[in-house]
């Protein structure tokens, strides 16, 4: 293991000098270059090029590099197709995504259309045979106003990452495996319309954020394991109609906030 130098240069010339170890890999070394850049710059957020050729991320760097090598970092333009291919490779996503291929024909997804064609609206991953836990990079995806992890066998807790998603209107995470606390950030999801988190393993009291959903018509918290009172914030969802919160282990009555015209299931 030896330490080395190396200076990167963007396109403007600006210069970011490094000092790492050799064995790591390309991977390693723009996060380093990302921690440098800042602005809460991630990996795959630009590519690194040496002897005018796009460096793998799975290479090592003493494979490739030497002291002082001289390289040069570019920024993609597409910055949504890269947290996508995140996603992918977090989550072990068997679908077409590929830089190769047109976001718009890219398996699971919708975008925006006209001028917001990079921007993903739709994220449709039901049923996907998805293991493990949710890839934190999904609340980068600041545009989505649909996403759906349904149906799958997802694990651990909900990110709060998750609450960035500020222009969702639908969030369907139910019938899962799902555990821990439903997060306080789900509240600032203020332009949701139908919100499941049903059939998981979630814990814990109903957050009272969840009052500040006042655009929310449909609430699925049944089947779960969450404890305490019903909050009286729910009183608050002036358009909420349905509220499934059976097969949990609430407490109390049900609060004389919500209005007679919400269909509670308990």
Same mark, same amino acid.
């Given at each position: 293991?030896?330490?080395?130098?190396?200076?990167?240069? @963007?396109?403007?010339?600006?210069?970011?000098?490094?000092?790492?170890?050799?064995?790591?890999?390309?991977?390693?070394?723009?996060?380093?270059?990302?921690? %440098?850049?800042?602005?809460?710059?991630?990996?795959?957020?630009?590519?690194?090029?040496?002897?005018?050729?796009?460096?793998?991320?799975?290479?090592?760097?003493?494979?490739?590099?030497?002291?002082?090598?001289?390289?040069?970092?570019?920024?993609?333009?597409?910055?949504?197709?890269?947290?996508? $291919?995140?996603? #992918?490779?977090?989550?072990?996503? @068997?679908?077409?995504?590929?830089?190769?291929?047109?976001?718009?024909?890219?398996?699971?997804?919708?975008?925006?259309?006209?001028?917001? #064609? =990079?921007?993903?609206?739709?994220?449709?991953?039901?049923? %996907?045979?998805?293991?493990?836990?949710?890839?934190?990079?999904?609340?980068?995806? +600041?545009?989505?106003?649909?996403?759906?992890?349904?149906?799958?066998?997802?694990?651990?807790?909900?990110?709060?990452?998750?609450?960035? $998603?500020? @222009?969702? *209107?639908?969030?369907?995470?139910?019938?899962?495996?799902?555990?821990?606390?439903?997060?306080?950030?789900?509240?600032?999801? +203020?332009? $949701?319309?139908?919100? =499941?988190?049903? +059939?998981?393993?979630?814990?814990?009291?109903?957050?009272?954020?969840?009052?500040?959903?006042?655009? /929310?018509?449909?609430?699925? $918290?049944?089947?779960?394991?969450?404890?305490?009172?019903?909050? *009286?914030?729910?009183?608050? /969802?002036?358009?909420?109609?349905?509220?499934?919160?059976?097969?949990?282990?609430?407490?109390?009555?049900?609060? *004389?906030?919500?209005?007679?015209?919400?269909?509670?299931?308990?």
């Amino acid at each position: 293991m030896n330490q080395i130098t190396l200076h990167i240069y @963007n396109i403007t010339g600006e210069l970011i000098t490094v000092k790492c170890d050799n064995t790591i890999t390309i991977k390693d070394l723009k996060e380093l270059i990302a921690e %440098r850049i800042g602005d809460n710059c991630k990996h795959y957020y630009f590519s690194l090029i040496f002897n005018n050729v796009e460096l793998d991320d799975n290479a090592y760097c003493n494979t490739i590099l030497k002291d002082n090598s001289k390289l040069f970092y570019m920024m993609r333009l597409n910055l949504e197709r890269e947290i996508l $291919l995140e996603i #992918k490779q977090k989550m072990g996503l @068997n679908l077409n995504w590929n830089r190769n291929i047109e976001l718009s024909q890219w398996n699971d997804i919708e975008i925006h259309d006209n001028n917001s #064609k =990079f921007k993903v609206k739709k994220l449709d991953l039901y049923h %996907r045979n998805l293991t493990g836990k949710i890839s934190t990079e999904i609340g980068q995806l +600041v545009n989505l106003n649909y996403l759906s992890l349904s149906h799958n066998n997802l694990t651990e807790k909900i990110p709060t990452e998750i609450g960035q $998603l500020v @222009n969702l *209107t639908y969030l369907s995470l139910d019938d899962n495996k799902l555990t821990g606390k439903i997060p306080t950030e789900i509240g600032q999801l +203020v332009n $949701l319309n139908i919100l =499941f988190l049903d +059939v998981n393993k979630l814990t814990g009291k109903i957050p009272t954020e969840i009052g500040q959903l006042v655009n /929310l018509n449909k609430l699925f $918290l049944s089947n779960n394991e969450l404890t305490g009172k019903i909050p *009286t914030e729910i009183g608050q /969802l002036i358009n909420l109609n349905i509220l499934y919160l059976s097969d949990n282990k609430l407490i109390g009555k049900i609060p *004389t906030e919500i209005g007679q015209h919400v269909n509670i299931f308990l």
